[in-house]
């Protein structure tokens, strides 16, 4: 009995690996096969301590022996990549013996592709999102974030080192100590935030509120997730905004699924249904718009004033990587990865804001107008976050502001001129320890981060 304990133990363990070296620690498995022989039941109790101390002992001696030499093979489920092609870079963690400053590290896609090498980038250095490398010499380690390419494996080679060993993957980008993530909803939604507007500047209140709100998380370096709604005000003038934006090609927004129109209830989705509202909007976003960072994908699912039942999580299953649930207060545990759904093959719901923003704006009025309280406010709970290594979750609706308030980047004066926004971004942004990622590219790096096979060649 025991020993079928042990032998299911073995086989759980197995399911948990993330490298393919298990083989190489028989000597554990068999020790234990061993070790168990003759036992009675009547010494199970005792011999079910002793099975955890070992069993910790055998973790820690088979996780110590990883795959280790100077070419790495990373790959993850073809079917998977094909689906979401996982182009956001993920950082993998090495040891390396000999590390010096002449230290190259090269990737490839395949066998047959040529060999390309990597850049390098500073701890000192802001950069988020992109393929490098980071060397930390006291610490021999080399922190290599690459992404997906044309197949579902990545192959590393390190020039100039004794020999390099895998150790994981890092819990964020670059092995950052925090996370924050921002997402603004309902583009396209309401009229009277002028979807499609032609441009006239951040602060004036003609321009597209969606578009003004993008302007300033890009001058803060801060990539955001929107929501869409396709059946739109604006239609061809906002589809045309839209590309405009990604035509830039900087990595400074996710477009995310919201819904064709605003259902928040199971009697509003029946109207259209839910195939409609949900899958019909994603699809038209793929069709309209191209330059989508990280690939032609939809990550995200945002939800409607935060509406879920049965039928709308079934609708999504397989069809987002993460969905985003949404309650308009502050939610001081959701901090976290949201936990990946098994049976319907996506993250969450989660990621609800751990503070939130609008009804700290709707205190004033104007709405958002500067107030050194309400600024203090913001900054205290999301250094909180930060200092914890959390994950910080805020959002904020553009179509609620005056874009001359919410985005008035003059001094604050109480009450007078300023924006508690303006001034709150400034704070927590272009920090080098904290990684800033839309939602949707969060999950993609989470999603690999779990799932993920390292091996030495
Ligand atoms: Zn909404």
Redesign the pocket.
């Known amino acids: 009995m025991i020993r079928t304990q042990i032998d299911r133990f073995i086989r759980l363990c197995r399911r948990f690996r993330t490298w393919s070296s298990w083989d190489d620690c028989g000597f554990c498995y068999a020790g234990f096969r061993e070790a168990t022989a003759g036992f009675s039941s009547q010494s199970f109790i005792c011999f079910s301590f002793t099975l955890l101390i070992s069993a910790v002992f055998c973790l820690t001696s088979c996780f110590a022996d990883v795959p280790a030499g100077k070419v790495f093979r990373i790959s993850v489920d073809q079917a998977m990549w094909e689906k979401w092609g996982f182009q956001y870079p993920v950082t993998y963690i090495f040891e390396i013996s000999g590390l010096s400053p002449g230290t190259n590290v090269k990737r490839r896609d395949s066998q047959s592709a040529a060999w390309k090498s990597m850049r390098q980038r500073d701890a000192m250095d802001f950069f988020n999102g992109i393929e490098c490398v980071r060397f930390n010499f006291s610490q021999n380690r080399a922190f290599i974030s690459v992404g997906f390419g044309t197949s579902n494996c990545i192959e590393l080679e390190f020039e100039n080192v004794t020999s390099a060993k895998f150790v994981g993957v890092a819990r964020y980008y670059d092995d950052r100590r925090a996370t924050y993530t921002l997402s603004l909803?309902?583009w396209g939604?309401r009229a009277g935030a002028k979807p499609g507007a032609p441009w006239k500047g951040v602060a004036d209140d003609r321009s597209d509120n969606y578009q003004a709100a993008l302007c300033v998380c890009r001058g803060f370096n801060l990539p955001v997730s929107i929501?869409i709604?396709t059946s739109m005000a604006g239609s061809n003038a906002l589809w045309n905004t839209l590309q405009e934006e990604l035509d830039r090609q900087d990595c400074s927004w996710e477009p995310a699924v919201?819904a064709q129109t605003?259902p928040g209830s199971e009697k509003a989705y029946s109207v259209r249904g839910y195939k409609s509202e949900i899958l019909g909007c994603r699809d038209e976003i793929l069709q309209h718009l191209r330059y989508i960072p990280f690939g032609q994908h939809i990550f995200e699912h945002?939800l409607?004033?935060g509406y879920f039942d049965e039928t709308l999580l079934n609708t999504d299953i397989s069809e987002f990587l993460f969905l985003r649930g949404?309650n308009g207060h502050d939610n001081p545990s959701s901090t976290d990865y949201a936990a990946w759904d098994a049976l319907r093959r996506f993250y969450g719901v989660g990621g609800l804001s751990g503070k939130a923003y609008d009804p700290v704006f709707a205190r004033r009025n104007p709405k958002g107008r500067f107030c050194e309280s309400d600024v203090t406010e913001l900054n205290s709970a999301v250094d909180a976050l930060f200092k914890a290594g959390d994950i910080c979750y805020v959002m904020w609706?553009p179509d609620r502001y005056l874009n001359s308030v919410l985005y008035d980047p003059r001094p604050g004066q109480d009450g007078v001129q300023g924006s508690t926004l303006v001034q709150h971004l400034s704070h927590i942004a272009n920090r080098t320890d904290v990684w800033y990622v839309a939602n949707g590219w969060l999950y993609s790096y989470r999603y690999v981060a779990e799932h993920v096979s390292v091996t030495s060649q």
Request: glycine share 0%.
């Open positions: 909803d309902n939604w929501a709604n919201h605003h945002i409607t004033s949404f609706h």
